[in-house]
């Protein structure tokens, strides 16, 4: 009995350009005039197909032919899975003139022009009333803001620097420490309290992002809120970390 092979309708090869220093894996029909084929590689390489001029390499890099005839499909060419058809660019344009982006003319728009459209993000938030948009909920939020703010300045306050103390923080064991620092600072909003604690349990050493705040040493210390301090006599105790 005589086998015959049958041809895939389909055929995955990888492109390349004299004006792009990549490679591209497509699949294309082999029902394709070379003429349809160039229109399509447009979309890749960026050449306009009258521009263009195609040849095969095979899956092992070596030459096989030109693709010069319009009118014939790309499957009466040799070409297979694998192999590489490379685009020669005749426009005048340069090697990676379409890969720096920085050249692309990007579309602006002023913002008064873009706050006049009604198809936008922007104009539908406004309508709905949502996020920055939503006058009574900001005013709810900065109000509740600001009354936490006003609560933990008087939870500070009756925290004075230099008293022992002993921090209850969630999820975490009691640690007594000293009060070194009370009051705001740069790297979160709100008050806090710097503490310098007995044994090396912190996370710091009275620093963040490179501004001090108190002196300790490294691991010695902590910025906590006030409300999980309490102020008192906390005699220093021995946890044996030391020793560790």
Same mark, same amino acid.
């Given at each position: 009995m005589e086998v015959t092979g049958v041809t895939a309708p389909t055929v995955t090869v990888f492109i390349s350009s004299s004006l792009n220093t990549f490679r591209s894996e497509k699949r294309y029909s082999r029902s394709l005039t070379i003429a349809e084929f160039k229109c +399509? =590689? $447009?979309l890749v390489v960026g050449s306009p197909a009258s521009c263009m001029e195609l040849e095969l390499y095979g899956a092992d890099d070596k030459f096989y032919s030109k693709l010069d005839q319009e009118d014939a499909l790309l499957g009466s060419y040799p070409v297979d899975d694998g192999c590489r058809i490379h685009v020669i660019d005749h426009s005048g344009a340069r090697l990676g003139e379409y890969e720096d982006v920085a050249k692309v003319e990007k579309y602006e728009i002023s913002q008064e022009a873009y706050d006049q459209r009604q198809d936008t993000v922007r104009s539908f938030l406004k309508r709905s009333k949502l996020g920055r948009y939503n006058e009574e909920e900001r005013a709810q939020q900065e109000a509740e803001a600001t009354q936490r703010l006003a609560e933990e300045k008087a939870q500070a306050? &009756? %925290?004075?620097?230099?008293? !022992?103390? $002993?921090? !209850? &923080?969630? @999820?975490?064991s009691p640690r007594r420490g000293t009060v070194m620092y009370? @009051? =705001?600072?740069?790297? +979160?909003? @709100?008050?806090? %309290? @710097?503490? !310098?604690y007995d044994e090396p349990l912190g996370k710091n050493d009275g620093s963040v992002n490179g501004k001090r705040y108190f002196e300790c040493q490294a691991k010695y210390g902590a910025f906590v809120k006030p409300s999980v301090v309490t102020v008192g006599d906390f005699p220093e105790e021995d946890y044996g970390l030391d020793e560790m």
């Open positions: +399509k =590689l $447009e306050s &009756a %925290i004075p620097v230099g008293s !022992r103390c $002993e921090v !209850r &923080a969630p @999820g975490q009370v @009051g =705001l600072t740069d790297f +979160k909003p @709100g008050y806090w %309290i @710097g503490v !310098r």
